[in-house]
């Protein structure tokens, strides 16, 4: 059967289409208890033109446990989505405290290093360092680039340049 609400069949024997036989799950009846004549056409879950009126009166336990089941496995997903983000939080909580522990530690021991090295004064901070000298450049192109004009306001020549 498809997962859908409902599920038809057409056999030989009958002008309108018959629903699946959802509680008892006969291949060779229909929901109405009408037996099917070969050869038997299974129409899907698309609802046909003509459907068998008997077959129609016995849809509604049918949908009714089809939704209460939907449900069921809805509200189970919501549960488990929520019991999920109760765990996150936790963790979040525990990360975000070991890494506030993290950086008092770091923060005194770098006070700590400081005191140590220099008695109270920090660190001195390390000379800069001289630039390279550049290479000479390669020989430009003879040729003279066209300017470009950036403008507001739409196209070249309406607005105010910049």
Not at 83 to 90: G, P
Not at 103 to 125: F, I
């Amino acid at each position: 059967m498809a997962d859908g609400l409902f599920y038809y069949v057409r056999d030989a024997g009958s002008r309108a289409a018959h629903h699946w036989d959802y509680d008892g799950d006969r291949s060779d009846h229909s929901l109405c208890g009408t037996p099917y004549v070969e050869p038997i056409a299974y129409e899907g879950d698309e609802r046909p033109r003509s459907v068998c009126r008997a077959c129609q009166r016995l849809t509604v336990p049918h949908e009714a446990r089809w939704w209460k089941e939907r449900a069921d496995g809805l509200l189970e997903e919501v549960a488990s989505l929520a019991d999920s983000a109760i765990a996150l939080r936790a963790e979040l909580q525990r990360v975000r405290t070991h890494a506030d522990n993290q950086r008092r530690q770091l923060a005194e021991l770098q006070k700590s290093a400081g005191r140590v090295k220099n008695g109270s004064q920090p660190r001195p901070k390390p000379a800069a360092k001289k630039p390279k000298p550049k290479a000479a450049k390669a020989a430009q192109p003879k040729y003279r680039q066209q300017r470009i004009h950036i403008v507001s306001g739409g196209a070249p020549g309406l607005g105010k340049r910049r």
